[in-house]
């Protein structure tokens, strides 16, 4: 059985996070998630205040496991989200995109522990003074928005540059993933790509199955030029952005159009062609639609087999 100070301070049984997927990560999965045992996530991301209250509503009727919150903090509705996940006394948050600093007195007030993904050491630090209670240090073979760093260089560096535990994320999908974070001073871990065909995900089939079909090479990174790259499978949106990015007779207001209402089409509508599927460079390593429980479950056995073995090599 692993157990780490992350189970402690959260009340949960196994050191694994649902990633806060957009439009993915609703009170189905997390609660799904959190009922086996780990942290679940519901994405505020597409939700305005009452939107999100709705969902954490329902949430609480479905399970009385702690579950989390992710807030994006580019979403247009970040304040009014924050403000929300306060008065539900929401016991966990975690951030993506952006620095949490002014939403944090808030949080602390009503109780959250605090858990901002951060892509660099500088603002794990930054966090950890403003009072975050411990950071997801997320490298760029995840989905959805990614940092520069890879898992294997940000890390340990963050696990070097804070006392606050580091839950490590992007390319984890198996028990040695879960091995190899615990080995770069990790103290649990968050998947989203091994999620997204989990059996209580509910969103369109067309998607898992792309999930299910992609090879190691199938994801791509657009939007770099407008700041935010995102990861996903390669199609012919993804394709077709990441050619305009480098045509400057191409505006950013453009290609800024073509991104909208995507992701909304691939989770919702089941459209492969014109949408982003966001999912991570591990998306090959995700074959089979199993339950959350089954996920865990077998994770964590298979960490904890690795783990105990690890010794074999050092004579
Ligand atoms: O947030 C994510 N992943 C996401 S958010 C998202 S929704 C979206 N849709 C369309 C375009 C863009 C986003 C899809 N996937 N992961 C957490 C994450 N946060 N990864 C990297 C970061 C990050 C980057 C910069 C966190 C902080 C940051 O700080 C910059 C600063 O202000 O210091």
Same mark, same amino acid.
């Given at each position: 059985m692993i157990k780490t100070d992350i189970c402690d301070l959260l009340r949960i049984e196994y050191p694994v996070f649902q990633g806060g997927m957009a439009w993915v990560a609703n009170a189905s999965l997390a609660t799904a998630v959190s009922e086996a045992g780990g942290l679940g996530i519901i994405a505020a991301m597409n939700s305005n205040g009452e939107q999100l209250r709705a969902e954490i509503k329902k949430a609480k009727e479905m399970t009385d496991k702690p579950f989390g919150v992710n807030v994006m903090l580019m979403s247009p509705y970040a304040d009014e989200v924050s403000a929300v996940i306060a008065e539900e006394k929401i016991p966990v948050v975690t951030t993506g995109a952006g620095n949490p600093s002014k939403y944090i007195p808030l949080w602390k007030e009503s109780g959250a522990k605090i858990i901002p993904v951060v892509p660099s050491t500088a603002l794990a630090r930054m966090v950890e003074k403003r009072g975050a209670d411990a950071v997801i240090a997320e490298?760029?073979?995840?989905?959805?928005h990614v940092g520069d760093l890879t898992t294997m260089a940000l890390v340990p560096q963050v696990c070097d540059a804070v006392k606050i535990p580091v839950i490590a994320a992007g390319g984890i999908a198996d028990g040695r993933g879960i091995a190899a974070a615990f080995m770069l001073g990790a103290v649990g871990v968050q998947m989203g790509t091994r999620f997204l065909v989990a059996k209580e995900c509910t969103i369109h089939q067309n998607y898992k199955d792309k999930v299910l079909a992609?090879? %190691? =090479?199938d994801t791509i990174v657009t939007g770099k030029r407008l700041g935010h790259p995102v990861r996903c499978l390669k199609n012919n949106l993804s394709r077709s952005m990441f050619e305009k990015e480098y %045509?400057?007779?191409?505006s950013n207001e453009e290609l800024e159009n073509m991104g909208v209402g995507a992701l909304r089409r691939a989770a919702i %509508?089941? %459209?492969?062609?014109?949408s982003t599927l966001m999912a991570g460079q =591990?998306?090959?390593?995700?074959t089979k639609e199993q339950t959350c429980k089954e996920i865990i479950t077998e994770i964590m056995q298979e960490a904890e087999t690795i783990l105990k073995g690890a010794s074999k090599w050092v004579k």
């Open positions: 490298g760029g073979e995840s989905g959805g992609a090879k %190691d =090479i %045509d400057s007779s191409v %509508d089941g %459209d492969t062609s014109n =591990i998306a090959a390593m995700v």
